[in-house]
């Protein structure tokens, strides 16, 4: 029987359609978890597919505005998707990727983005490994900064409410300068950044919400639980930072100094990391924070000429790609990028590459360089990958996504 690939009607449905990945991780139906869900990803936007009738996997995508280099575009952030046990190796992944890029480039987002579970599936739709990311345990006794610190700003602690009012302006002005965040609706703060169900503290307390003020202006804020355990008479706590942003480098230093000094605490861990975090130039000892690197945020341009379009360059140097894609054919053959507007040609490309490889230089994370020493780009025209690399030089912050979604 054919399987078909539509989006959920109604909340019940949206629910089976969750569990396709859900219960991987454990997950049971749960409405009240569902309905909180549907608050940011709307059920025409939960597809389904279905085995005479039965839901036997999901695909979701979130609306996004994702900041890009010079701007921000909009964004399919593809979530929550999978496939029941029952019904491995039938191609339904395949069928649903195919419905979802189709109604991503219906909907006229030129992008979609993701995090990968396992980094092995998504290359064979079209996305790229778009920035990496990295994870810290480091112990107190070597948490000391190289140079003295004398923090100039306080911090204090904010209730629900004023999380919800204190913390979107700071991300805002990250979001402003750092490719790869996207902005956050209040829905989602509100049911995803602030709240905060019992199922998900992982034995934790609850979050604590933490607004560093410099001159009486907000200038930072960090979201962290205490994980308690004592052994022997010690603390062997460890405390654990969801997220930490500010606006300035000094408030960065600031931030972590308060993180790094509170008491009760014998390592403080933390993830979803750039991978040029200042931690590293900050600290004595920045071996000591056991950073662990992985692959972060992957990007697929679902229209080429438009995604292309859509961002800065540094410079105006005219470049001609000649671009595969198997999955997408309204993307391949050649494409002239010229003074920041990106065409179709008849020219003779500069460089041939997959559309994935598109992806992995969008946000500047990687260069054309580094993709033709991995085989995954080839250079026709001799200049080509210099010429390629000094259009998407990066000129500001590398891509850094802060939170899966």
Not at 280 to 287: K, N, T
Request: charged letters at 25%; one cysteine or more.
């Amino acid at each position: 029987m054919a399987i078909d690939v539509r989006p959920t009607k109604d909340l019940e449905e949206f629910q089976q359609a969750f569990l396709g990945i859900g219960q991987y991780f454990g997950a049971e139906p749960n409405a009240e978890r569902a309905e909180r869900f549907t608050k940011n990803l709307p059920l025409e936007r939960m597809l389904a597919a279905l085995d005479g009738g039965r839901i036997v996997g999901g695909a979701g995508s979130f609306p996004f505005e994702l900041a890009v280099p010079g701007g921000s575009v909009s964004c399919a952030g593809v979530t929550v998707v999978g496939v029941y046990p029952t019904h491995r190796r039938r191609g339904i992944l395949r069928s649903m990727m195919r419905a979802q890029l189709d109604d991503v480039r219906e909907r006229g987002e030129p992008i979609a983005a993701l995090w990968a579970s396992e980094e092995s599936i998504y290359g064979r739709y079209g996305y790229g490994t778009a920035s990496l990311t990295g994870e810290i345990a480091l112990a107190r006794e070597h948490n000391e900064y190289a140079h003295a610190f004398v923090p100039r700003g306080q911090v204090r602690f904010l209730t629900f409410d004023e999380a919800l009012e204190q913390l979107p302006p700071i991300w805002d002005r990250a979001f402003e300068r750092t490719p790869g965040m996207f902005r956050r609706a209040r829905p989602w703060w509100e049911h995803r950044i602030v709240a905060d169900p019992a199922e998900r503290r992982e034995g934790g307390g609850p979050k604590r919400f933490a607004l560093l003020e410099v001159d009486g202006q907000a200038q930072g804020y960090a979201i962290y639980r205490h994980h308690f355990s004592f052994d022997e008479g010690s603390s062997t706590s460890r405390l654990v930072v969801n997220e930490a942003v500010a606006a300035t480098p000094e408030a960065t230093a600031e931030l972590w100094r308060f993180l790094l000094d509170i008491d009760w605490t014998a390592t403080l861990s933390a993830d979803l990391l750039p991978i040029d975090h200042p931690l590293f130039f900050l600290l004595d000892e920045p071996r000591r924070m056991k950073f662990r690197v992985s692959d972060g945020l992957w990007v697929r341009l679902v229209d080429v000429g438009q995604a292309l379009s859509s961002r800065s360059y540094a410079n105006d140097r005219e470049l001609v790609l000649d671009v595969l894609d198997s999955f997408c054919p309204w993307n391949e053959g050649r494409w002239k990028l010229a003074g920041g507007t990106c065409e179709r040609t008849d020219d003779d490309a500069d460089l041939r590459c997959d559309v994935s490889a598109l992806g992995s230089v969008y946000l500047g994370g990687f260069t054309f360089g580094e993709l033709a020493r991995g085989l995954r780009v080839e250079e026709l025209r001799d200049g080509g990958l210099e010429r390629a690399d000094a259009v998407f030089r990066r000129q500001g912050a590398g891509p850094w996504c802060p939170e899966i979604f």
